[in-house]
Structures are given as C-alpha cells and as structure tokens.
C-alpha cells in the first residue's frame, strides 16, 4: 500500500530525536565546552501535509429494483371429459336396430312401437315398420326396424329366425322356446318388455259357472282346443292339472270352433285380446267369458323377451348398455300414455291390410288388461324387464320333467338370460 506524505515526515523527525538523545550520554567534557550557539536547533517539523483527500467515486446510480416476478399461471384444470350420453346411440348400435316381433303390429308389442318416431314408414308387403329410433322424444342417432312375426315369417320361430336372418339384432323369444329350441337355435333374453305371458285357457262360464280355473276344467274333463305342440299343455298333462285325451290339438287361432260348440269346449287363447273379440266383435257370441293366466295355472314363463345371439353379446355390450333402458322406460311411457302408439299400430295394421284387424277399442283393451292383470310391471323388486333366475330355473324343470328333450347347455338359466344391462332404478 502507497504511504501517505505526512507519515513520512513524522517518521524522520522521530530518527533525528533519537540521535540527539544518543549524543548527550557521552562522557567526554568535549559535550560541556560546546556552546549553546553553537548547536544548532532542530527545525521546527513541518506542517503535516493534509492528507489528499481520497477520490471519491461518483455515487453509484441506484440500481433500478428488480421487477417483481410475476405469479406464475396457475396450471389449468384439465377440461372435463364430455358426459357420455345415454340417449346417444350413434356409433355403438347398428343403424337401424332391427327387432323381429312373433305376430302383427298389436298393443302388446306397445314399448316397441313406441321408440319408433315421427317419419316412420311401413312396408307393407314385408310388414316392416322404420323409423328413428327415439327415447321419450329425442332422436338416438340410429333407426329402428320392426319386422311383424307370425305370417310374415311362415311362422317360424324368432331364435329359428335371427338364425336365418344375420341382420336381426333382436327377436322376440319365449323361454319354454329358449330352453327347447336353444341347442340348435341358442339365444340370450337381455330384457323382458312384459312381466306375465298373456296366453290363457277360455271356457264359457254360463257352461261352466262353478269352473275357476284350468284344474278344474281338468277335474271335469272338458275337451280343450289347442295348437299342436304347446309347451304349456305337455306340462299340465305331466303334473296331472289336465289328461292328455281331453286336448285336441286342431285350433287354428279362430273362434268358429269354439262359438259352434256354444261353449262347450275350452280354448287358448289370449287375455290382452280374447275377451273383447269375444264380447265386442264376434256378433255371433257378443257375451263374456272366462279364462284363467297359464302364468297363473303353474307355468310361469317369460313371453316375448328381447334376445340376441349369445355369439354377439360382446360385440353389442356397449349399444345393449344404453338401449336396453331406453326399452325400459318405453314399457313405462307407453303404459302412462298409449293413445299416439295405439293409434301408430292401428294404422299399420289397417295399411298392411291383412286378415289381421286391430281397431282403437281392442287397442285400449289390451293396454287396461295389461296393467290389470300386471302383464306389464315390475317383478317381486321395483324394477321393469328383468329377469327372475329362480322363476326360469323353476320352468326348465317342469319341462324337463315333461319329457321334452333339452341340450343340457339350456339347463342352466344363466345361459339363457342376462340382466347385466337392466337399469334397476326403472320400473312402475
């Protein structure tokens, strides 16, 4: 480091001190003989030299404050995932949704008509109703194609059907059919529209007044006119409930028989529809009759189920997850308010112009009857269209017993029903 000036000075001024006072230690008279003059005086010290004043730098310019750093964005929400639509069919159901049914347009078939919305057409060569298919009046995205049964198909089957016919996505299937036709013909019932099957067993009841159901038809022996190879009439033969030469398999699905006879045969028939024909149509009757639920006398089967192809339940798992509720509420919707599907059907019969007449009357009546005798409802919970496993089981049995020949496959209940797609909020 560089001495300053006036530390120097101070520094040589304290040397000549230290000399002089070596001097004056000296023994020698030399000292003494010296005169005063001649000594000569120190000079005085020098002023110390102001110390140079130390450069001051220029003060510094403040420093601007660092800009405040700014919040950092929150990271976004991620967007929500749109709500998958239930109502929204498009692109996991085929277009259209085609359901074969088992006989002419009828209320019966009502939650089916009912999905079918404005701007439909029939064909009525093939008696095919399309449509858009829709859910209490909105548009799915995808068409429904409701194909009549019965004379439409020779007949046949709806499991026989569906195998003829790769396009069907659904059939109407009983399950006495399911159980007996199922090894050649399998089928899987995903909902039932109707909780009772509507046949029944007719009789006059001013012939047989003390007569109150098919046991005691039975018991007195009465003649009783039926289609050929009912499963319901080899069960009650079975169980006793009837004896096989009291059933004449000749019915033909009219009432000349029965009205020729004046009564005194018994008859199937069905509950939705035989009563009013009966007292309102056949002018050569035109009176009441009785009849008992074959539900009711012991087989209590699942009529008119929806069903597919065991082989494509995967395939249509993701369209069956919204489409079987849709069914389930078109049950519900149309029992509250049948008049616009009644007066669709009653159109579409009178178009196709067969030998199968349906008026507003026989319309009305079926859909009272069936809220009435609860062919449409819940079963023993809250919920419409499934299926009981125990009810089914109990069914295999009896035809089993019956000496049917089932594929042990259809055996298990399981195997031909599923209740995987029922919505158990819906019901009545």
């Not at 520094?11 to 003059?37: M, N, P, R």
């Not at 001649?38 to 510094?60: G, M, N, Y």
């Not at 967007?79 to 998958?84: G, N």
Request: charged letters at 20%.
């Amino acid at each position: 480091m560089k001495t300053k000036p006036w530390v120097r000075a101070l520094c040589a001024l304290t040397v000549l001190g230290l000399i002089a006072a070596a001097c004056g230690d000296d023994d020698t008279d030399d000292s003494a003989g010296t005169s005063a003059a001649a000594v000569e005086e120190p000079a005085a010290p020098a002023e110390p030299e102001a110390p140079e004043p130390e450069p001051t730098a220029a003060p510094a310019e403040p420093e601007a404050p660092e800009p405040e750093p700014e919040p950092e964005p929150e990271p976004e929400e991620p967007a929500e995932e749109p709500m998958d639509d239930p109502l929204d069919l498009a692109g996991v159901c085929p277009s259209p949704i085609i359901i074969q049914t088992d006989w002419f347009p009828e209320s019966e078939h009502g939650a089916m008509y009912q999905m079918v919305g404005e701007g439909w057409t029939l064909d009525t060569d093939n008696m095919i109703t399309t449509g858009p298919l829709t859910a209490g009046g909105v548009d799915t995205g995808v068409d429904i194609e409701i194909r009549a049964g019965g004379p439409a198909i020779g007949f046949a089957s709806g499991s026989a059907q569906m195998q003829l016919d790769p396009e069907i996505t659904l059939a109407y299937v009983s399950m006495d059919e399911a159980v007996i036709l199922g090894g050649d013909t399998p089928t899987l019932s995903v909902v039932a529209p109707l909780e009772k099957n509507p046949q029944i067993i007719q009789w006059d009841p001013e012939t047989y007044p003390d007569v109150t159901g098919v046991a005691d038809l039975g018991e007195l022996g009465v003649t009783i006119n039926v289609f050929a190879g009912g499963t319901f009439i080899d069960v009650f033969v079975n169980e006793g409930v009837l004896s096989a030469d009291q059933i004449d398999p000749s019915y033909d699905g009219g009432p000349a028989r029965f009205i020729a006879e004046g009564g005194a045969i018994a008859q199937q028939g069905f509950a939705s529809e035989s009563p009013y024909s009966y007292e309102e149509v056949y002018p050569e009757w035109s009176k009441p009759i009785a009849f008992e639920l074959i539900h009711d006398a012991g087989l209590p089967i699942y009529s008119q189920t929806l069903a597919i192809r065991p082989a494509e339940l995967d395939a249509l798992r993701p369209c069956l997850a919204k489409f079987v509720p849709i069914v389930q509420q078109a049950v519900l919707d149309f029992a509250a308010d049948p008049g616009p599907t009644n007066e669709m059907i009653v159109q579409i019969v009178a178009d196709i112009g067969s030998f199968w007449q349906y008026s507003p009357g026989l319309a009305q009546f079926s859909v009272d009857t069936q809220i009435e005798l609860g062919l449409v409802g819940n079963g023993p919970d809250n919920t419409v269209g499934n299926m009981e496993i125990a009810r089914i089981q109990e069914v295999i049995d009896k035809i089993v017993a019956a000496g049917f020949d089932v594929d042990p496959s259809r055996t298990d209940p399981n195997n031909l029903v599923t209740n995987e797609f029922i919505d158990e909020s819906i019901g009545f």
